[in-house]
């Protein structure tokens, strides 16, 4: 009894090795596999590569491509003895899976070797994304396609904030600190990398560099009661910005913590380049409230001159005599002055 068991056993070894190895299996063939999750699936295997299978679904007729990562155990020693003749080349469609297990019927264009380039079935939208992105079997299938392609600016991309908060964008650029990219209303902005979740970051620090910023540049400035000003931004040291403003081409220094955490975010992650040089325009507010639009031309660790542009006049003030905003403000110019033609 013992010795006829071992015979069987020894015998159906014999003969899955034997029919593996030596009996030649064509393709197409159907047959029933099941995946890790324990699905069945009735289908026709058309031809596979290293790491996929290209199937027919008998029940509805469909194709599709299928990682063998995908399969029960046993299935996957199953299709490793079928003949690996099938190449893949772009474009071709495939159902990708993020690390979460989302997935997204998409037409695969070309990769580089750290993104893939994709059109979306379901609204014919161009994306690109990190391989890093893609599960880990998606990740294997992709890698084993050719890199022809070479990566090109617009793309559409969901963005997702510190916050969480997502919005879509559609990217044109980025620089060492910043990327650049525009809404669906065709409004143009930019936002620090450090700005944007890990993830975010990760994929856009391995996008080339396209675009230095360079000052002068207009943009829309924002301060803290949300108050919106076109600017052009001239540069920035540690504390100010150097502004001259759209509507009526003054140049001013605006302290950057008076600015919204956004605009904050933005001119801090600019490149520090200011000459603090007097004169330049400003408004000062004294202790009463009051506020006067001046020239200011220089200044001292006690007193503040400047130019009333309302006259023409120079004064010299007491620099407790202002707000205390406005002292903390004064306090971040340099000390020193400009040649004044008069004083009072």
């Known amino acids: 009894m013992w010795w006829g068991f071992c015979f069987l056993a020894a015998g159906a070894g014999i003969w899955a090795w034997f029919k593996y190895d030596y009996l030649p299996v064509q393709l197409p063939q159907e047959h029933d596999l099941t995946s890790k999750q324990g699905t069945t699936l009735h289908v026709r295997i058309e031809g596979r590569s290293e790491g996929i299978l290209q ?48 997935t997204t019927p998409a ?73 650049k990219y525009k809404l669906k209303d065709g409004t143009e902005e930019w936002l620090p990398l450090a700005g944007l979740d890990s993830a975010s970051q990760a994929f856009l620090r391995g996008l080339p560099a396209n675009w230095i910023l360079e000052y002068p540049f207009n943009y829309t400035l924002t301060d803290v009661q949300g108050h919106a000003q076109p600017a052009s931004i001239e540069g920035r040291s540690a504390d100010l910005a150097k502004i001259t403003m759209r509507d009526d081409g003054t140049t001013r220094l605006y302290p950057i913590a008076s600015l919204s955490e956004k605009d904050q975010a933005l001119l801090r992650a600019l490149p520090v380049k200011l000459d603090l040089g007097y004169p330049f325009k400003g408004t000062l507010t004294d202790q009463q409230g009051h506020t006067l639009q001046v020239t200011l031309i220089g200044r001292s660790d006690e007193e503040l001159r400047f130019v009333r542009a309302e006259d023409g006049t120079a004064y010299t003030y007491p620099l407790a005599r202002l707000s205390p905003e406005d002292q903390a403000y004064v306090k971040l110019l340099p000390v020193g002055s400009a040649a004044v033609a008069a004083e009072q």
């Open 107 to 179: 037409r695969l264009m070309g990769r580089t070797d750290q993104l893939l380039k994709w059109v979306s079935l379901k609204d014919k939208t161009t994306h690109w994304v990190g391989l890093g992105n893609l599960s880990a079997v998606d990740k294997v299938f992709v890698t084993s396609l050719p890199a022809r392609v070479q990566f090109d600016y617009p793309f559409d991309m969901d963005l997702t904030d510190q916050a969480g908060r997502s919005f879509t964008a559609t990217i044109t650029g980025r620089s060492d600190a910043l990327v």
């Open 55 to 102: 199937l027919t679904m008998l029940d509805d007729g469909t194709s599709r491509l299928d990682p063998i990562l995908n399969l029960a155990d046993a299935d996957q020693e199953y299709v490793s003895h079928l003949p690996a003749e099938m190449t893949f080349h772009f474009p071709l469609e495939y159902v990708l899976t993020d690390p979460q297990g989302n």
